[in-house]
């Protein structure tokens, strides 16, 4: 048994060495990260997005059918999933918007859920009660690429700025748009510009990201931002459409591959974006670590500067709007110089 993406998404596949075939066991346009098995081998326990590309559930496996058995019972994000050899207990890191991160337990025969743990201060709970929507849009190839957003209350006739905030590169498994990612700049900078400035903050993630299948994690290579642009660039008309959007006052905002990715969009598509903050931007490729840039960038040969056509120094002429550079001078993994020359 063993994990591929054979199929377009990590599913789990069963190997025949007799017969030296391969075949999935789980289907669908989803992912599957398997936790372990009973002693009995008669099923694999998962965690899979089966149910919502937002949330990440448990699921029991059956190995003759493949049918999958949700064990968790409320929509969230059930992570570092642990279970008793019987299949009874289940124990996971549980958040969701409403919920703060806790340590959870789930009767699976009678599925019911309570919290262990209560870990988190009564201000923290009133610092998280604003929950953000939940979107999706088609980009041009008719792929469907997710986003959440804090939109501040309508007024006839008015039309909002936006301020979108991006990661986009591969990370593992790991996504933005998820259920309870409390983050600093998708969350709380978010809402925070929502509520008291009247912006419509968003996240999106475009191609290029981790978690939805290996069509959107190799969109990058070899064309290293390219793919996102073309879905933020979506992206804003789809909100200009359909949430009160002001084409003339767009932002975007980043860190790391997301301050690359900020530049990236400000400066191959200068008319739809007019103000950018990019923090700690990899913009010389050939600067950063080999391990990530071979996987997830491009090809390259020791001593020679194959990643160089990645630059963004030869695009930064084409900056139109305000764009504000970000860089800890002792940044040891995205190098300061790379800041410097741009």
């Known amino acids: 048994m063993l994990i591929t993406e054979q199929t377009g998404f990590r599913h789990v596949h069963v190997l025949d060495p007799v017969y030296e075939t391969l075949e999935p066991l789980t289907r669908g346009h989803f992912e599957v990260y398997p936790i372990g098995m009973p002693e009995d081998r008669s099923c694999v326990w998962v965690e899979a997005t089966k149910e919502d590309s937002a949330c990440l559930d448990v699921y029991r496996v059956d190995l003759e059918t493949g049918e999958m058995t949700r064990l968790t ?3 969230g994000q059930y992570s570092s999933a642990a279970i008793s050899p019987n299949g009874q207990h289940l124990l996971a890191t549980y958040a969701a918007y409403g919920s703060l991160r806790e340590l959870v337990h789930v009767d699976t025969k009678k599925g019911k ?7 988190h201060p009564k201000k923290a709970h009133t610092l998280t009660a604003a929950a953000p929507e939940f979107f999706g849009f088609e980009n041009r190839h008719g792929q469907t690429i997710r ?3 804090f939109e501040p209350e309508r007024k006839k006739g008015e039309k909002r700025p936006l301020l979108i905030y991006v990661y986009g ?4 498994t790991r996504k933005q748009v998820t259920e309870g990612n409390f983050g600093s700049d998708g969350y709380f900078f978010a809402n925070y510009m929502a509520r008291e400035h ?3 903050t968003c996240t999106i993630d475009p191609r290029g990201m981790s978690g939805y299948g290996a069509l959107f994690e190799k969109a990058n290579f070899e064309q290293v931002g390219v793919p996102q642009v073309e879905d933020l660039t979506d992206g804003v008309k789809y909100l200009i459409a359909n949430h009160d959007v002001d084409p003339e006052r767009v932002a975007i905002h980043g860190w790391s591959f997301g301050g690359f990715q900020t530049q990236m969009c400000m400066y ?11 923090g700690a931007g990899p913009t010389e490729w050939e600067n950063y670590n080999s391990w990530y840039t071979r996987h997830a960038i491009g ?11 990645f630059s963004l120094v030869p695009l930064a002429k084409n900056l139109k709007g305000q764009l504000l550079l970000v860089h800890g ?5 995205v190098l300061y110089q790379d800041t410097v020359k741009v």
Do not use: C, M, Y
Not at 113 to 119: E, G, K, L, N
């Open 198 to 200: 009247g912006w419509v």
């Open 113 to 119: 859920q309570r919290a262990i743990t209560d870990s």
């Open 268 to 278: 191959t598509e200068p008319d739809a974006f007019a103000a950018g903050i990019a």
């Open 169 to 172: 590169g591969p990370l593992g």
């Open 147 to 149: 986003g959440h957003l």
């Open 73 to 75: 019972p409320q929509r």
């Open 329 to 333: 001078v002792e940044d040891s993994n």
């Open 299 to 309: 090809r390259s040969e020791p001593g020679k500067a194959t990643l160089k056509k």
